[in-house]
């Protein structure tokens, strides 16, 4: 189980300690790169502190399609590199986080007049399992016409003409985001959100670190640092341009997103990736517990960066798709219970559509010694940290004098990802149940899957602390959020930390009142703050919907 990494109860003395040190590296940005990098680095022996100004994986990082995947799509569009390096990063994840990412059976249905045929998708299959690396007991295998619709009898079967099943590893990259961040303060990363950095400082025009404010308290300090790693997603070329080195390529911004239903609604027996029929685009559905979800979209976005949400048409599109090859289930907006919208911060190529960008990550070093990454993929991201701490050291090397040390979080298994020796998480999941069997098995075995071996310990709380109260286990998981993760509000706890407002939306009307009051008592927020925080999430829980009403 976890010792203290991400407490709440620290943020003064953490502040505190940011305050009042030079760190050998500052990263601006709490999502998946930057807590990445911030893993990396301290794994290294650097001296690391990471803000954000939000909370962690506000952005992008928990608004993905939640897989670690290997990329098929990048095999039609022949980035070989790319397939071949996230085939190896989703089993180097799979082995460090068994309890967030672990495998998901795909059917690929073949269609007249789809973007693949059968023979040039039995090929892109095998020349995916091999670049990815896939083992043998995980490779494709082909079927024809009657097979597939055993497979998914909700098919479309008047253009069918057969079907491929592989593997891609499902995810939850919210949750994955919080346990690299724990995992960082664990090895002595400085690790902090809703501190946002306001402006670069510099000493004879070279960055040195950035005043920031907390804006939970108001308070404003300097954290100053050797190297800045600007890892701020969507926000990067914001901070470039602050530094005056918004030159050459920039960010290419778009817009994708995944709408939920319920699985009586499309009651699909795995998950599916399929052809849109007007666009060429591939659509992931996904079935999770009681839902499917679906996406995604790939728009140019050049709206607001902080109110990112599904407009009606983006809706349609999806409705459109998933009825098109499941035409008897006659999906409708209203069966839509909820939705995500996230923003992709692609490298810009002149006359390239959204789906023809490029997913590959680049890093840029401003003359001030700024150093931007973006681009990438969820799957890639450790990479993507290798490559910029690489930059980073590389430079204090000739700098300082100092020795290179070799990346190695390849070995690091994530907080949470010692699930006691089991074979896989179902083990651990169906353990756990029989362990705590006087609590809702259902109940466990999510906590299970969200904090992994960390679940032990909310169990035992909730039996402990709340063995009268029938939420238990809800108080425990709040509890375990605010002393491990950070967590600071109802919006903290329901969006990153739990899914809850994309999975179990119809079921919070009367769950989100009794969050919010909770972590107000705990952490003794104050009444200004106490009303913001409880007007975001409402802004939220309805704006996930709003296109329905």
């Known amino acids: 189980m976890d010792t203290d990494t991400l407490n709440s109860f620290g943020r003064n003395q953490l502040i505190e300690t940011m305050s009042s040190q030079e760190f050998d590296i500052l990263v601006v940005g709490g999502g998946i790169t930057g807590a990445g990098i911030a893993l990396d680095a301290a794994t290294r022996g650097l001296k690391v502190a990471l803000i954000e100004k939000g909370d962690f994986a506000e952005g992008t990082s928990s608004r993905s399609t939640k897989l670690i995947h290997g990329g098929l799509r990048y095999l039609k569009q022949m980035e070989f590199g790319i397939v071949r390096e996230t085939g190896q990063e989703r089993t180097i994840l799979f082995h ?29 299959l095998y020349v995916y399992d091999r670049l990815a690396g896939v083992e043998k007991k995980e490779r494709r295998f082909m079927l024809n016409k009657s097979k597939t619709l055993e497979q998914e009898p909700l098919l479309r079967d008047d253009i069918l003409l057969g079907g491929g099943i592989y593997i891609e590893y499902r995810s939850d990259d919210a949750r994955l985001t919080i346990e690299v961040l724990k995992t960082a303060a664990k090895k002595g990363a400085s690790i902090i959100n809703y501190v946002q950095a306001n402006q670069l400082i510099y000493d ?11 804006l939970r308290t108001g308070l404003t300090f300097q954290i100053k640092a050797k190297k800045v790693i600007n890892a701020s997603g969507p926000w990067v070329d914001n901070l470039r341009k602050s530094d005056n080195s918004l030159k050459g390529k920039r960010l290419h911004l778009t817009k994708g997103v995944h709408i939920v239903v319920p699985k009586e609604r499309l009651p699909i027996r795995q998950a599916v990736y399929f052809d849109v029929p007007t666009d060429g685009r591939m659509v992931f559905a996904i079935p999770r517990q009681d839902i499917v979800y679906i996406g995604t979209t790939d728009t140019n976005y050049k ?13 349609e599109y999806i409705l459109k798709a998933a009825n098109y090859i499941f035409p008897h289930v006659h999906l409708q907006v209203s069966d839509v219970k909820s939705s995500w919208s996230g923003l992709r911060p692609l490298i810009h190529e002149d ?146 930390r739990t899914g809850r407002l994309y999975f179990e939306r119809p079921s919070l009307k009367n769950i989100y009142p009794l969050v919010h009051e909770h972590i107000q008592t705990v952490l003794g927020v104050n009444s200004s703050n106490a009303e913001k925080d409880i007007s975001v999430f409402e802004n939220e829980y309805y704006s996930v919907i709003a296109f329905a009403e």
């Open 303 to 315: 709206g607001n960066l902080e109110q990112c949400f599904a407009d009606i048409s983006d809706v």
């Open 204 to 214: 004879n025009e070279i960055v040195k670190g950035a005043l920031v404010s907390d």
């Open 351 to 496: 006359g390239k559509s959204p789906s023809d960008l490029s997913r590959k990550d680049e890093v840029f070093i401003s003359e001030s010694g700024l150093i931007s990454i973006a681009g990438g993929k969820l799957t890639g991201f450790r990479k993507m940290a290798e490559r910029a701490v690489d930059v980073a050291l590389k430079q204090l090397m000739r700098e300082e004098g100092r020795s290179y040390i070799s990346c190695t979080t390849d070995n690091i298994v994530l907080s949470g990802g010692d699930i006691s020796g089991e074979k896989s998480i179902v083990d651990f999941e169906e353990k756990l149940a029989d362990t705590y069997s006087y609590f809702d098995s259902k109940s466990v075995k999510s906590l299970a899957r969200k904090y992994g071996s960390n679940a032990v310990e909310i169990l035992n709380n909730a039996a402990l602390k709340y063995s009268k109260n029938t939420n238990a286990l809800l108080l425990a998981e709040i509890d375990y959020s605010i002393q491990h993760e950070m967590c600071q509000t109802v919006s903290d706890f329901i969006v990153r």
């Open 96 to 124: 460090n986080a068994p309890h967030i990412v672990y495998p998901e059976r795909m059917l690929l249905p073949i269609i007249k007049g789809g973007s693949l045929g059968k023979y040039s998708t039995s090929f892109g």
